[in-house]
């Protein structure tokens, strides 16, 4: 991805459009021509920009990344005690829901490039690693036993209520209660 240099504001109305279209249409059903008129530039401007559409996807999921992560680490950091920082990603996801109601970007993306290679997908894939990674690093912090184990059963409980988001359920609060119950057994004092 040609991001070593900044975006210019063409770049950064191109971003948009191309985040509004991918996440509400669908990234295959997305062209270049339809995110260019959207952005008000020209595709050679695009081009000049990101050199590739493989390569604007990129860009979309990477600021959606960084501001997903942002969000996470303002509800960890907020928890009162290091056993609600490992659900806080959950608390996260109540927030972050409320504007981003078609679901999770990153699992929509690796449904449509399911090719390991593609820029897109290493950073979706890699989005949902450091997730895990972030429940392993605050159940050990916090004391839980197995904070692997921990960490893999509360990314598929994430997972799940990110999965479900846009049926008429509610599986987030179901999720978050079932969480908070497994850290408690996994801190709970040996006997």
């Known amino acids: 991805m040609q991001e070593a240099r900044p975006l210019t504001p063409a770049g950064r109305r191109i971003v948009a459009a191309a985040e509004e279209l991918f996440y509400d249409r669908g990234i295959t059903a997305v062209g270049v ?3 260019a ?3 008000g530039v020209t595709k050679r401007t695009l081009y000049n920009q990101f050199g590739s559409k493989d ?6 999921l990477t600021g959606r990344d960084q501001r997903w992560r942002s969000v996470v680490r303002a509800a960890v950091d907020a928890g009162d005690t290091p056993v609600e920082a490992v659900t ?3 608390e996260a996801l109540r927030t ?11 699992i929509n993306a690796l449904a449509e490039l399911p090719d390991p290679a593609h820029p897109a997908h290493l950073i979706a894939a890699n989005q949902k690693l450091w997730l ?5 690093e605050l159940a050990v912090a916090a004391g839980c036993a197995h904070p692997a184990t921990l960490a893999t059963q509360l990314l598929v409980l994430h997972e799940g209520a990110l999965a479900t988001q846009p049926l008429p359920l509610d599986t987030l609060a179901e999720s978050t ?9 996994g801190t709970s004092p040996r006997r």
């Open 177 to 185: 209660a079932l969480a908070r119950a497994l850290v408690r057994a």
């Open 33 to 35: 021509d339809l995110i």
């Open 37 to 39: 008129e959207h952005s």
């Open 55 to 60: 390569h604007l996807v990129a860009a979309y």
């Open 96 to 106: 972050w829901r409320e504007t981003n109601t078609r679901g999770c970007a990153f």
């Open 88 to 90: 806080a990603p959950f």
């Open 132 to 136: 895990l990674n972030l429940f392993k």
